[in-house]
């Protein structure tokens, strides 16, 4: 019943009071409101009468009494254009109020020590979370959700523009995770059901509060599947859901720092008004509010991990992998694979083969953020992989991953025992089953790195490169970089074992000062590599994002060894060298080395991007050194921009040095852009 009014009256609902109708006074709807449709309309205001307090703030019947933020205007939803200001008028309203009513969502994955898996089994567990979840698909949806989700919809109307974005990446490098088969049919599905909702209608944002509302009961069905499911059964039944929305978003707001600028410009040409810095702030607010949409529903799908992985790489491009909100991101994504059980996957026979392919992939996608991102902060990594059974992905294109039978089961058959293919063939699933490889490692070199016993540290680091370069021995031949190949792909692996073995022997000479001339070296073939694989990239035509932010998280660090070491050796006899005089340094070669690195960091590095500022104050430091190292006199680079916070000045070149190796290139630099 509704609550009565001051007068003893019980309160009648806003439609039935402006219609001047009889209300029966059920909550939370009432009768007559379920009759004629409004039940959306139905809500019980405690003073109807009263003006809002604040001038200008319009009530709207369809606000709830806990809520007494504004509603967003439906003109608000009309976007010509995704300029720089686009989204702070069109989302700059999406807060969501508290509510007392909220979906729920089952509890998902449950291990052996849970104490419901040592009750119901889990058939029971499943059967109920699936009960529950349905039985909350006739709840009342929060007009004011609704309102929000339509105002998302109408950014479908630049699906178009995505979609070429998309492409233009895949034609760079195609997503291993989220690739062009999955990517393409899924905006072909939103393309068509954005098309059906609003053709013809001369009400267009009552026709996406509509299609808004299919979207709220959508995502709070759990999905089902069949073994027998093909990719675009499974799309064409569940692509209107708010996870798989945000996807589309989250992928076409990361492709903005994969695609080249002058591609961007002529992707634009068509939407005229629109800037990369709009695109990137819509899609991200766009994402954000999917994702409020599906934890206000209470729902865990694989949908939604997907979104959230593809958001935490947003995220690390947008604000850098050291902003605080990326590691905030990193955490919600984290709880969600472990609450699918991505970690422990189980034989299962209702799961199609593309499915079960595309979650390995997700999990890894997972794990390799949580090492990247651990690596940058120096903090201890959240997944740990002897709490998991992650599974390597299958050496096979994506196109045989989502293909009939018969293709991918002849692709299978083309696997050796360890799952590589036979056909020497690096296009495939190389990249997602190396990243995987990386982590595993990078997780063994965070144990020792971030340890503060100091007992058998030399061993322990020695153990570890020893395992690192028995498994790159052991990796197929065509796998395997040598001076006279070419490959990116090949390159960026390689590069990947090098970082591994210069983590370890840098942790090895901070904590205990040996393993320097280890350390050199790897620097020295770091610097290498990286100069390689861009005159490689340049003669292809571009240089990808991938390649320049190697330059910042791997390069920048390496280059900083190899100053400082040059720095030593320029100093004066009676300065003592931290190295044997027998120890090859071949001086001239690394000064050669380390200018075209800092003349390439500064071509091909994005400014104004994630963590550019941080690698662009490195990048100053080590151009500082150099000149030194060079003139022997003051170079023209002012101290105060090379110091990094305390404004000290950096006076001879003892002084300098001291500064450099005081410089925390681990927290500053390191996996900037990652």
Known sequence: MSAPRRNGQLSSCEPCRKSKLRCDHSTPTCKRCERRGKSDLCVYHPAPLTKPRQSGQILKATQKTTNLQPLLCAKTISVTSLGSSASVSLLGAAQFPNISKRHLSGSGFLGPTSYSGSVFSNEVELD?????????????????????????LSLLEHLDLYEKLIENRNKIIPGWVFGPPLTGALIVQLRASYRNATAGSENEYARLLDLSRVLFKNSAIPIQTRSSMSLNDYLSQYALRWDMIGLVFAVAGSTTFQVLQQELDELFKGSPGTTK???????????????????????????????MVQHTIFLSSLH?????????????????????????PAAANDVPFFL??????????????????????????RICWRYCNIQFPLDISYDEVVA?????????????????????RI??????????????????????????????????????????????????EHLQWTDDKED???????????????????????????????????????????????????????VPAHVKWDLCYIGLPAAAVLSIELLRRSQTDSLTSLTTPSTHFPRSEIIQKLSVFIAQFNTFVPQNE?????????????????????????????PSEAVVSDGATIGDDMEFMAFLENFDWEQEVRLAFG
Not at 410 to 423: S, Y
């Open 610 to 638: 994630g963590d550019y500022e941080i690698s662009n104050r490195g990048q100053k430091v080590i151009s500082q050194a150099l000149d030194r190292v060079l003139s022997g006199v003051p170079s023209s680079i002012s």
């Open 488 to 542: 990116p792909t090949l390159a960026s692996l390689h590069l990947e074992f090098l970082y591994q073995r210069f983590l370890l022997c840098q942790t090895l000479f901070k904590r205990i000062g040996k393993g320097l001339d280890l350390l050199i070296r790897t620097s020295s073939e770091i610097i290498t590599l990286l100069l390689k694989v861009i005159s490689i990239q340049s003669r292809l035509g571009l």
């Open 277 to 307: 810095e709009g695109l990137r702030q819509v899609t991200f607010q766009a994402t954000e509010a999917c994702l409020q949409f599906c934890n206000y529903l209470g729902i865990i799908s694989d949908p939604l991990s997907w979104m």
């Open 427 to 476: 296009d495939k699933g190389v990249r997602g089953r190396g990243a995987l490889i990386v982590s595993l490692f990078r997780e063994s070199v965070l144990e020792v790195s971030l340890s503060h016993e100091l007992g058998g540290l030399e061993e322990r680091v020695l153990e570890v490169c020893r395992r690192l370069d028995e498994y790159y021995s052991a990796l197929p």
């Open 404 to 424: 009939e039978p018969v293709v991918r089961e002849a692709a299978l058959q083309r696997l050796d025992a360890a799952g590589w293919n036979i056909d020497g």
């Open 128 to 152: 109920l979370g699936v009960r529950a979840s349905l039985s909350q698909t006739d709840t009342p949806l929060d007009p004011q959700r609704v309102n929000q989700g339509a105002q998302v």
């Open 356 to 381: 079960e392919e595309i979650r390995k992939r997700a999990m890894v996608a997972a794990y390799a953020l949580d090492k990247d991102i651990a690596t940058c902060l120096g903090r201890p990594p």
């Open 320 to 344: 850098g992998a050291c902003d605080h909100r990326t590691w905030q991101m990193l955490g919600d994504l984290t709880t969600t694979v472990f609450a699918l059980g991505l970690h422990q």
